[in-house]
């Protein structure tokens, strides 16, 4: 296993001590703060429900770190059909779950560190054991996220996301 060496900003220059592996959205990009008190709206830690007729889980777009023997993360939000969201939420605390079949979903959340847009992807939700989160896994097609799935990021890449998201919201 490789150590967290940290990074130094390649947009400020600082030194920061930890190199973080997962970066996770709070809700769906189509999320409004407006929809809290709504009815037929709902936002947990895992679920997310607007207006009654838009479901959405999350889960984790796993990517492997070359060279060592670990994952990086993105925590994402995947909208699901009413049947599919009726049926995780069935299956949430059931032992054996992670036995059901993928389902389809649309990511919904946009990771800006990508030169082309994220939001509507086409995605499989795997199920995972009761207690940990769902793993998304992209459509094979040749956007860059989609290829760091299948082919895995070094640490170099690791870092420039570190930095990217870091100055997110510099106006850079």
Not at 31 to 46: N, P, V
Not at 135 to 146: G, K, M, N, R, S
Not at 156 to 170: F, K, Q, T, W
Request: charged share 20%.
């Amino acid at each position: 296993m490789t150590s967290n060496p940290g990074f130094t900003c390649a947009c400020c220059g600082l030194n920061h001590p930890d190199l973080p592996m997962n970066y996770t959205a709070a809700a769906p990009a189509v999320w409004e703060q407006d929809f809290a008190e709504a009815d037929g709206c709902l936002l947990s830690a895992d679920q997310c429900v607007i207006a009654a007729q838009h479901y959405f889980v999350k889960g984790l777009i796993e990517i492997p770190v070359i060279g060592s023997d670990e994952v990086f993360s993105w925590g994402v939000w995947v909208s699901l059909s009413q049947e599919s969201f009726s049926r995780v939420s069935e299956l949430w605390d059931t032992p054996g779950r992670e036995d059901e079949e993928p389902y389809f979903g649309w990511l919904t959340t946009d990771l800006p560190v990508y030169p082309t847009a994220t939001f509507n992807l086409k995605t499989l939700v795997h199920t995972r054991p009761v207690g940990e989160r769902f793993v998304i896994e992209l459509e094979p097609t040749e956007h860059p996220l989609a290829v760091e799935q299948r082919t895995g990021i070094d640490l170099e890449r690791v870092r420039e996301i570190a930095s990217a998201v870091l100055h997110a919201g510099d106006g850079e």
